[in-house]
């Protein structure tokens, strides 16, 4: 059974960072394609970032440049680093791999 834990969300001002962390039971992240998504109340959940296999990225297009999408072979651990948050961040970040987390809460202020 596959397990995915969310951390690192909470509340911060635009322009600040946050690190979030995927930690799994029941699944190898590097033995797949790990995503992160959003979901914003209202909107439909939408990617974030993923990393595969063999640690190729790809990103959101609003992304631009602003988050890392990585991974921790020896903990078994994916980390999203977001910099420069802007409201518009403002969402529940989900991890993926054949199974959902139950998300992280992030929130921006202006």
């Known amino acids: 059974q596959v397990q995915l834990v969310e951390s690192g969300g909470g509340l911060v001002q635009a322009g600040e960072s946050l690190r979030l962390s995927c930690a799994a039971s029941g699944v190898i992240f590097s033995d797949g394609t790990t995503g992160w998504y959003r979901q914003a109340p209202g909107k439909q959940r939408e990617l974030v970032a993923l990393?595969?296999?063999?640690?190729?990225?790809i990103y959101g297009e609003f992304v631009k440049g602003r988050f890392t999408i990585s991974r921790d072979n020896a903990k078994n651990t994916v980390y999203l680093q977001m910099n420069s948050l802007k409201p518009e961040d403002t969402a529940v970040y989900y991890c993926?791999?054949?199974?959902w987390g139950q998300g992280t809460q992030v929130t921006v202020s202006a």
């Open positions: 990393i595969t296999k063999t640690g190729g990225t």
């Open positions: 993926w791999a054949n199974a």
